[in-house]
């Protein structure tokens, strides 16, 4: 469930991005939906990494490097 959760979320954060140039490209920053996206990504991808976070500490997400 976490995982779904943390891969929805990427998801969102690159269709943000790429929402942020077509308004970069489209508006050519007359308009404030740039910064809307913008403000958005970058909410979006602490969620995630809150996500992450939580997940490790909470035993969820393990990490099998072996170094």
Known sequence: MLK?????LLLATLISLFSGLLFLVKDQGRSSRLVNALTLRVSL?????GLITWGFFSGQLVSHVTW
Do not use: G
């Open 45 to 49: 991808t602490a969620i995630t990494l």
């Open 4 to 8: 779904a959760a943390i891969v929805l």
